[in-house]
């Protein structure tokens, strides 16, 4: 995965919400897919691959607690995922934007241990994890893909206690910012202009900040010409200067 888990920042859907797509003719292919897959392996996978109706706005795909029988891959839309404290407060974890694997955090448990929900109307891809065991054993890329996407899990996990431990909710702000950027540009889409699909408070929930720090950074960062701001429409004016607070 990328720095961070992360957010919808498209306008246009890269998948349109059908049940009748497959991996061979979607455009997240080549980021949720091994590039070596041939393309009678690509069917194979497909195969596996259940895709039913799309979630609605804060419709749940899983809830903790629920049996761990897949993982999941989103087609469209944005994934939100989170945990309670001991104290019963949600504690946001993740969100996945289109292209993007979420639902790992069952495979060390018999049950997910967060919640995943849609952050708007969204389209997923549910693939039996122990299909997927099996097929990755005949297809070695496909295991070590997987594998990598742990290992990124890992990695962002690491990464977003280090980015909470910051000082700045001007620096934490402006890295959460890049990753949409950077995962934009992925995505053959406008790494400058961009739609934030979560509110406020998921943001600063995420950061560790309140939603009034939050809304202040970005009042702050349209003064210093660093964005424009159009409630959720973000246009980025000065992509060095945001670089540089999120040391990038």
Known sequence: ??????????????????????????????????LALELDQVEQLDRIIQRGRPYQREEHIYRAGDAFHAVYAVRSG????????????????????PGEIFGMDGIAHTHHISSALALETSAVCEIPFTRLEDLSIALPSLQR?????????????QRLVALIGKNS???????????????????NLSE???????????IGNYLGLTV??????????QKQRLLKVDKKEIEILDLGGLQELANV
């Open 1 to 34: 995965m990328e720095p961070l888990k992360t957010m919808s920042v498209v306008t246009d859907s890269p998948c349109p919400h059908r049940h009748n797509v497959n991996c061979g003719d979607c455009r997240m292919k080549a980021l949720c897919l091994p």
């Open 78 to 97: 944005a994934i939100k995922t989170f945990a309670m404290t001991d104290q019963g407060v949600e504690q946001v974890t993740g969100f996945y934007l």
């Open 145 to 157: 893909h997987f594998f990598q996407l742990m290992s990124r899990e890992i990695i962002n996990d």
């Open 169 to 187: 909710a001007d620096e934490r702000l402006a890295t959460l910012l890049m990753s949409i950027s950077t995962r934009n540009a992925k995505r």
């Open 192 to 202: 400058l202009r961009f739609r934030l699909p979560m509110s406020r408070a998921d």
């Open 212 to 221: 009034e720090t939050v809304s202040r950074v970005f009042s702050r960062f």
